[in-house]
């Protein structure tokens, strides 16, 4: 009976996962439909999975390479930047040039474990791709027992 338990548990999981995938993805479409201009500003974050590593995609606009940390604690990835906004205006008698800065924070819950020191993360174009092998599986091994006079 608890494996019955542990099979809803890993089922419960994953459904959540999808929708929370298949609601991310109405929200970005429907941002797109009803304001193009800031979906043209807008981060969008993708994940797959291979069956040998992880993928996230990131598109980030207005972002530089410089300002974009990665960071993986035990099955957390955390992005973190700061997107810049440059607004400009030439009116008749004078230019006016703003700068925005918005900071973000972005933390997933990965499905396993991953090799944090064959992890790499690229960046071209305002797209971030961060490529995480997956950890293989823990043997089980049995430990010797010493007697202790």
Avoid at 67 to 78: A, C, K, M, R, S
Wanted: hydrophobic share 35%; aromatic share 8%; net charge positive.
């Amino acid at each position: 009976m608890p494996g019955l338990i542990i099979w809803k548990d890993e089922e419960i999981t994953k459904m959540k996962r999808d929708m929370e995938r298949l609601m991310s993805r109405l929200r970005t479409d429907m941002d797109k439909c009803l304001f193009p201009a800031i979906a043209r500003r807008t981060l969008s974050f993708q994940f797959s999975e291979r069956e040998d590593r992880l993928i996230l995609r990131a598109y980030l606009p207005d972002v530089d390479p410089e300002d974009i940390h990665v960071f993986i604690n035990g099955e957390v990835l955390t992005v973190r930047g700061q997107q810049k906004f440059e607004f400009c205006s030439d009116e008749n008698s004078f230019r006016r040039r703003e700068t925005r800065r918005s900071a973000f924070i972005r933390t997933f819950r990965l499905p396993c474990r991953v090799d944090v020191s064959r992890t790499e993360a690229l960046h071209k174009n305002g797209l971030l791709q961060v490529v995480m092998p997956k950890c293989g599986p823990e043997e089980i091994r049995e430990i010797p027992i010493r007697t202790v006079d």
